[in-house]
């Protein structure tokens, strides 16, 4: 499974990106896809995640409201839209993907997910 993801940049605060993963492999190897990112410094977070079956969403506390999570099943893309980005939202991201259809207390840590990418930096700064 290869997850390559784009769309990283620089942008002021209050601006939005749009990250995209598009993955290729096992088609079963990506029940699970998502976010986690990392800030100098600071541990590994998880930003969303979404069912790849059903589609049910999930959100980190500190992106809810702002971020939303998608999928193009067809191109087998996932996408994470980004508003009102705030120098705090400064990290590499990462697209990550598991085999298992996560329950919610599991969907948070990074230890379950098979597969990452290889990270795109956001900058939010004036």
């Known amino acids: 499974v290869q997850l390559q993801a784009s769309g990283g940049g620089l942008v002021q605060p209050g601006g939005s990106l749009r990250l995209s993963c598009a993955a290729s492999?096992?088609?079963?190897?990506?029940?699970?896809m998502g976010w986690f990112r990392q800030a100098p410094g600071k541990e590994r977070e998880f930003v969303a995640a979404?069912?790849?079956?059903?589609?049910?969403?999930f959100y980190g506390d500190s992106v809810k409201g702002r971020f939303t999570i998608s999928r193009n099943s067809a191109e087998s893309t996932v996408y994470l839209q980004m508003n009102s980005l705030q120098p705090e939202d400064t990290a590499v991201y990462y697209c990550?993907?598991?085999?298992?259809?996560?329950?919610?207390?599991?969907?948070?840590?990074?230890?379950?997910?098979?597969?990452w990418g290889q990270g795109t930096q956001v900058i939010v700064s004036s």
């Open positions: 492999g096992r088609s079963l190897s990506r029940e699970t």
């Open positions: 990550v993907t598991s085999e298992l259809s996560l329950i919610l207390s599991e969907i948070r840590k990074p230890a379950r997910y098979n597969y």
């Open positions: 979404i069912r790849w079956s059903g589609g049910s969403k």
